[in-house]
């Protein structure tokens, strides 16, 4: 925990320009479009460590894609950062009610190789399957920094991944990556119907064997993080649908990535949200779809997820937001608009 948070220092000159010419100010939902890129090409961002990476410009914009459930990719001048990537999204029995722990690890190279690019960071927030299944893929292939926890440390440490790539965070930690900075956010998982985490567990060191199976990936506790552009926007992404509100208040994003909550466990989980955070001026709904269908078709809803009561609770605690639900097949702009 960081008892400084509340001490940040708002950003008022970016983020009413932000507001007033980007993003806008005026409350509304932006439906899906198909106004996209089935097929994203796939960008020429070297390796992690590599010595030849210029920092963005002032022209570069930021573009971003949803990946599904709350996965993202972030496109600057020719640089790629990923959040919680899943793109096989293979079947378990999870929307059917016969889910089945023992189902097998999987990862369709082609299709995430087609959607993920070449990234040179990708961001972990917790190690459940839906948000790790593709790393280790990605990171061996392309050399990308991992940033998570200490358990996805070692889950990746045994699947074969080079320790000298992962940086373990557990938030308060702002990382600077030569042209945009990305603050490790404290936070918790979603909370069950129940008050109860799925599959907690944290591990100190790396498993006796590699898993090969979604059981064997436990929670290992969960992150959030606030990705920088420059002088262009700031993001907030959760791979979770809870948050510690005394860890996220003052970071007032400009793009706020909300995953929808599937119980009501939280205690008044939009408000305090939107409050703690500043009444981001776009907040996107996330984790609400049913991540076990192809990304080339729209997102179908998860049918335990209150998408709906989340879009008119954000307008109820914070009228001035622009309420955009996404589509896998639309790239957006900085603004959160899809780009033409």
């Known amino acids: 925990m960081n008892p400084d948070h509340t001490q940040r220092t708002p950003r008022p000159g970016r983020r009413s320009v932000l507001r007033t010419a980007v993003l806008g100010t005026a409350a509304g939902l932006a439906l899906p479009t198909a106004a996209s890129a089935a097929d994203p090409a796939r960008t020429t961002a070297a390796p992690s460590g590599t010595a030849s990476r210029p920092a963005p410009g002032p022209a570069d914009p930021v573009s971003w894609r949803?990946?599904?459930?709350?996965?993202?990719?972030?496109?600057?001048?020719?640089?790629?950062?990923?959040?919680?990537?899943?793109?096989?999204?293979?079947?378990?029995?999870?929307?059917?009610?016969?889910?089945?722990?023992?189902?097998?690890?999987?990862?369709?190279?082609?299709?995430?190789?087609?959607?993920?690019?070449?990234?040179?960071?990708?961001?972990?927030?917790?190690?459940?399957?839906?948000?790790?299944?593709?790393?280790?893929?990605?990171?061996k292939t392309?050399?990308?920094?991992?940033?998570?926890?200490?358990?996805?440390?070692?889950?990746?440490?045994?699947?074969?991944?080079?320790?000298?790539?992962?940086?373990?965070?557990?938030?308060?930690?702002?990382?600077?990556f030569g042209g945009y900075t990305v603050e490790a956010v404290a936070s918790v998982h979603s909370r069950n119907k129940n008050h109860?985490?799925?599959?907690?567990?944290?591990?100190?060191?790396?498993?006796?064997?590699?898993?090969?199976t979604i059981g064997e990936l436990p929670e290992g506790d969960t992150l959030a993080f606030q990705v920088t552009f420059?002088?262009?926007p700031s993001v907030f992404l959760m791979g979770g649908s809870d948050f510690i509100e005394r860890e996220v208040t003052g970071l007032r994003p400009d793009i706020a990535m909300v995953a929808v909550p599937s119980s009501t466990a939280t205690h008044r989980y939009v408000p305090r949200l939107m409050?703690?955070?500043?009444?981001?001026?776009?907040?996107?709904?996330v984790h609400w779809d049913?991540?076990?269908?192809?990304?080339?078709?729209?997102?179908?809803?998860?049918?335990?997820?209150?998408?709906?009561?989340?879009?008119?609770?954000?307008?109820?605690?914070?009228?001035?937001s622009r309420v955009v639900v996404?589509?896998?097949?639309?790239?957006?702009?900085p603004d959160m608009r899809p780009r033409r």
């Open 230 to 232: 420059g002088n262009g």
């Open 290 to 320: 049913n991540f076990e269908v192809p990304l080339s078709g729209p997102p179908l809803r998860d049918p335990g997820a209150d998408l709906d009561g989340l879009v008119a609770g954000v307008r109820a605690a914070s009228p001035a």
């Open 275 to 285: 409050g703690a955070l500043g009444s981001p001026g776009v907040v996107v709904p």
């Open 142 to 176: 392309t050399g990308a920094r991992v940033v998570g926890t200490e358990t996805t440390y070692h889950l990746l440490c045994s699947l074969g991944v080079d320790p000298a790539q992962l940086s373990v965070v557990r938030g308060g930690e702002v990382l600077d």
């Open 66 to 139: 949803w990946l599904g459930t709350s996965g993202w990719r972030m496109d600057l001048g020719g640089r790629t950062v990923l959040f919680d990537p899943y793109v096989t999204r293979f079947p378990t029995g999870l929307f059917g009610g016969t889910f089945d722990a023992a189902t097998e690890l999987e990862t369709d190279e082609g299709l995430v190789d087609r959607h993920a690019g070449r990234p040179e960071v990708i961001l972990v927030s917790h190690s459940h399957w839906d948000h790790l299944n593709d790393v280790p893929y990605l990171a």
């Open 326 to 333: 996404p589509d896998y097949r639309t790239v957006y702009g």
């Open 196 to 212: 109860s985490y799925f599959s907690p567990g944290t591990l100190n060191a790396p498993p006796a064997t590699a898993p090969t």
